[in-house]
């Protein structure tokens, strides 16, 4: 009950501070602007004539593609910078001092802002995601081969994220916990790249250097998830076929395979122990 009451405290406080307001704004502006160029792109000819429907279809699903790119780090951004303020500024103001002076455990307050935070990033990936997929569908009637599944993939990045913040809030001010957490992010993005460049070149130790980025910090590998889920069967192919090429198995844009269900639970013990890690950190840190 502690834990789900700091996790309603982080809902209600987001709320406070109109940033789920800003947000929605925000959002809804790049929903219009994403159906209004949809609409037109339906819209267009060739020589005269419509955009094939196999043609509208492709470009389509290379735009929800850089779409989910582009929302993958405003998503990451976004967790590392309301995930960390969601527990070092409650001991910044003081805050927290009232609080544990009740018998309240620190771990309990650790995992109800952690909670909070995540269900709010969930709904929005739930709710971003979803709005602009429908108006991918109204415009051009093109749907993703596994939708629910990148949204899912999507939720797992924001959590890598958000729990490195906040495990990096529990010694450290809110602004430098965010930044460090996202720039954690960009690095593991980084390796996910040379990871391919050192296997489309054969290098071993480049691409093991790579993965070896990848498993510290498991955000790329749920990005490479959701992106395999949303894209055709037709780009899976295409990056199957290309994959052993040097040049072209760079392209952040297409994957072959998903990630194995190694990785994937790899990447939930990792949220499970770096959460804990937090948590114990900030039982042992002096308020």
């Given amino acids: 009950m502690t834990v789900l009451l700091f996790a309603g405290l982080t809902l209600r406080e987001l709320v406070r501070r109109r940033l789920v307001v800003a947000v929605a704004l925000l959002t809804l502006v790049i929903v219009g602007f994403t159906a209004w160029g949809l609409h037109r792109l339906a819209g267009a000819t060739v020589g005269g004539a419509p955009i094939p429907t196999a043609g509208l279809r492709a470009t389509a699903a290379g735009i929800v593609i850089l779409l989910a790119f582009l929302f993958s780090f405003v998503l990451a951004i976004g967790a590392a910078l309301v995930g960390a303020p969601a527990l070092a500024e409650s001991v910044a103001n003081g805050e927290i001092l009232a609080v544990l002076a009740r018998p309240i455990r620190r771990a309990d307050v650790v995992l109800g802002r952690w909670l909070g935070t995540l269900a709010a990033l969930a709904l929005y990936v739930t709710a971003a995601g979803g709005c602009e997929l429908l108006v991918v569908r109204a415009a051009t009637g093109y749907v993703p081969p596994h939708p629910l599944a990148a949204l899912a993939y999507l939720t797992g990045l924001a959590a890598v994220v958000t ?16 930044i460090v957490a996202a720039l954690l992010f960009a690095l593991a993005w980084v390796g996910g790249i040379v990871e391919a460049i050192g296997l489309g070149f054969g290098n071993a130790g480049l691409a093991d250097a790579g993965t070896l980025v990848t498993l510290a910090f498991p955000s790329d590998a749920l990005w490479r998830g959701a992106l395999y889920a949303l894209q055709p069967a037709v780009f899976t192919a295409a990056a199957a076929t290309t994959g052993a090429n040097a040049a072209t198995a760079v392209n952040p844009f297409t994957v072959a395979a998903p990630p194995p269900a190694a990785l994937l639970a790899w990447a939930c013990g ?4 770096v959460l804990v890690a937090g948590a114990a950190s900030f039982r042992a840190r002096d308020l």
């Fill in 270 to 273: 990792w949220v499970a122990a």
């Fill in 163 to 178: 729990t490195a913040a906040i495990a990096l809030a529990a010694r450290l001010p809110a602004l430098t916990a965010g």
